[in-house]
């Protein structure tokens, strides 16, 4: 049997026992939501046939239906071997879309809210020898609620930048075998001028005479090691380096680490994972990692596939997309109004790629307090999931905060917002918001449409001499931070196709489309007060046709327009 998706889903914190439950589930739409009065959990016998992880809007999940479901149920059996008993079985799913129940042998194990970030549920107690049957809920009413969604299009048919709908299992969804006292999490923090990398690992269990044993090498040969006892439920320690290899834009220098948990000298855990030794500062108007300032050359890039929707087909899929950007001279993206999945950043990890960690936050009621019920327990899941990755250099957990229904944004759900994220993480600079309406933030960004040449070049010398441009200036007030232009562009171009969307009026020929691309982004490049630009976008996605290349991640345009887009990325920017 093909198992799709079937590689592991967290190389950075990774396991031999481990089984991957992707592949044909049993499935059931529950239009009425009346699946659990009827107790559906109790007797699973659903008709349908779908692939997990794809989502049932997609084409490679064998269901392909796009309007409202409400909720949806899956179930399959899996089976468990005497020895796996042994200690935990623990069950993850990478992302359920939106509110989540699981029961095991027609028990509830457990409850997920939120369609972004991953979970997992210990099973140990529900599970017998032998087979066993699973069934997952999910009920995700989008026009309902408001809940946080990204992109997905409220309103029936996709329009602009709101594409098809995402609903229930989007991500791998596996199990995983671990001792009775295990290793459940680690934190790497990394510093490239002393040149050492502090892990902070939590033990699930019992942990008296424990010992914890890292080993760290860079091409097979030993870096630093170290043992020492188990300090309750969290442990920190940190490894010293000589003479670090340090990671950077395109200098993709990882190392591998090993986490054993030790007792009376018997290995009882074993996890291995890597980390990229990098340090990040914002100030005096740039971002700076291992103490240079850099250009952030991104692209937006929203991670949409046209068969597998919010995820990819592929797991070379994902490295291809940022291969394709590279090769136009971008060296990261903003993952968009979408938490992307683990083997993202694993692919950014290894090709030295800049990442933004992001949310999906539209369609949240930004103008309440009480959203944060709805974003924050999810956004800090996201952060603490996603925080050794080197590849990331920036949390941005909203974007565009527009008003909902006439309301002005709560100031204080945004303030909410950064503080928690710094609490969580105070190694990478926090964005409030990108583009509108900031409230405090870490580095200022706007986003800038305008198409006139002429005009842009005018405007961001005045940014140069220090007449800093806002989109906003009666919402939000520049306070001296790094400033950069985290979207701009997105010039449409879709010949002879009269339903397409984009910015601005489509270009004429697709050597209008180069002088526009050269000239925009050449008046960021120039600008001193500048530190990076965000172009929209990569690809195009569904009607929106303002892409590099096209939804099928085709080319669009001749090689001499990719070359005068790549050769334009490379300019050397003022501020370096």
């Given at each position: 049997m093909i198992i799709p998706r079937a590689e592991h889903p967290r190389p950075q914190f990774e396991r031999e026992n481990w089984v991957n439950l992707n592949g044909e589930w049993n499935f059931a739409f529950d239009f009425s939501v009346s699946g659990k009065e009827r107790q559906w959990y109790l007797h699973p016998e659903f008709s349908q046939k779908i692939q997990v992880p794809f989502c049932p809007e997609s084409k490679l999940s064998g269901i392909g239906f796009t309007d409202f479901m409400n909720a949806v149920w899956y179930s399959r059996k899996f089976s468990i071997k005497k020895k796996q008993l042994d200690g935990r079985v623990l069950?993850?799913?990478?992302?359920?879309?939106?509110?989540?129940?699981?029961?095991?042998?027609?028990?509830?194990?457990?409850?997920?809210?939120?369609?972004?970030?991953?979970?997992?549920?210990?099973?140990?107690?529900?599970?017998?020898?032998?087979?066993?049957?699973?069934?997952?809920?999910?009920?995700?009413?989008?026009?309902?609620?408001?809940?946080?969604?990204?992109?997905?299009?409220?309103?029936?048919?996709?329009?602009?930048?709101?594409?098809?709908?995402?609903?229930?299992?989007?991500?791998?969804?596996?199990?995983?075998?671990?001792?009775?006292?295990?290793?459940?999490?680690?934190?790497?923090?990394?510093?490239?001028?002393?040149g050492t990398v502090t892990a902070r690992l939590r033990v699930a269990g019992e942990t008296m005479r424990y010992q914890l044993r890292l080993a760290a090498s860079f091409d097979e040969a030993e870096a630093a090691s170290c043992t020492v006892g188990v300090d309750g439920e969290y442990t920190t320690v940190q490894l010293r380096i000589e003479d670090p290899k340090l990671w950077n834009?395109?200098?993709?220098?990882?190392?591998?680490?090993?986490?054993?948990?030790?007792?009376?000298?018997?290995?009882?855990?074993?996890?291995?994972?890597?980390?990229?030794?990098?340090?990040?500062?914002?100030?005096?108007?740039?971002?700076?990692?291992?103490?240079?300032?850099?250009?952030?050359?991104?692209?937006?890039?929203?991670?949409?596939?046209?068969?597998?929707?919010?995820?990819?087909?592929?797991?070379?899929?994902?490295?291809?997309?940022?291969?394709?950007?590279?090769?136009?001279?971008?060296?990261?993206?903003?993952?968009?109004?979408?938490?992307?999945?683990?083997?993202?950043?694993?692919?950014?990890d290894r090709m030295g790629y800049l990442v933004w960690g992001e949310y999906g936050s539209w369609g949240m009621d930004v103008s309440s307090a009480g959203a944060i019920s709805d974003f924050l327990p999810e956004w800090l899941e996201v952060v603490d999931r996603d925080y050794s990755h080197p590849c990331i250099i920036t949390w941005c957990p909203f974007n565009e905060t527009w008003d909902y229904e006439g309301r002005q944004q709560d100031d204080g759900l945004l303030r909410v917002a950064y503080h928690a994220t710094k609490s969580a993480d105070s190694t990478r600079p926090v964005i409030d918001?990108?583009?509108?309406?900031?409230?405090?933030?870490?580095?200022?960004?706007?986003?800038?449409?305008?198409?006139?040449?002429?005009?842009?070049?005018?405007?961001?010398?005045?940014?140069?001499?220090?007449?800093?441009?806002?989109?906003?200036?009666?919402?939000?007030?520049?306070?001296?931070?790094?400033?950069?232009?985290?979207e701009y562009g997105g010039a449409w171009w879709a010949p002879g196709r009269q339903d397409g969307w984009g910015y601005g009026e489509q270009p004429k020929s697709e050597q209008e489309v180069a002088e526009r691309y050269e000239g925009l982004t050449t008046a960021l490049l120039e600008c001193k007060n500048v530190c990076g630009f965000c172009y929209t976008q990569l690809t195009d996605v569904e009607q929106e046709q303002n892409g590099l290349y096209t939804y099928g991640r085709e080319r669009k345009f001749s090689d001499e327009i990719y070359e005068i887009i790549r050769r334009t990325n490379l300019k050397k920017a003022a501020i370096e």
């Open positions: 069950l993850h799913f990478g992302a359920v879309d939106y509110l989540c129940e699981v029961w095991i042998n027609g028990k509830s194990v457990g409850t997920h809210k939120g369609g972004y970030a991953s979970f997992s549920f210990d099973i140990t107690d529900f599970v017998a020898c032998g087979e066993n049957t699973i069934v997952v809920y999910a009920l995700d009413m989008p026009r309902e609620n408001p809940q946080p969604r990204g992109k997905q299009s409220a309103p029936f048919y996709s329009q602009g930048c709101f594409y098809t709908r995402t609903t229930g299992i989007w991500q791998t969804v596996w199990l995983e075998f671990v001792p009775k006292t295990y290793i459940q999490s680690v934190h790497l923090t990394t510093d490239s001028t002393n834009i395109g200098e993709p220098n990882l190392y591998t680490i090993t986490y054993e948990l030790v007792r009376d000298g018997q290995i009882l855990d074993s996890v291995k994972g890597y980390f990229g030794i990098r340090s990040l500062e914002w100030w005096d108007g740039a971002l700076r990692i291992n103490g240079r300032p850099v250009f952030q050359r991104l692209v937006l890039d929203q991670g949409f596939y046209p068969d597998g929707i919010c995820t990819a087909p592929t797991d070379d899929a994902l490295r291809r997309d940022i291969a394709l950007s590279m090769e136009l001279g971008f060296n990261g993206a903003r993952m968009h109004q979408k938490v992307f999945e683990e083997r993202y950043l694993y692919h950014a918001t990108s583009g509108s309406y900031h409230v405090i933030t870490d580095m200022y960004d706007i986003h800038d449409y305008e198409q006139d040449v002429s005009l842009y070049q005018k405007r961001y010398r005045a940014v140069a001499e220090g007449d800093y441009y806002d989109t906003h200036p009666k919402r939000q007030r520049y306070g001296g931070q790094p400033y950069l232009v985290s």
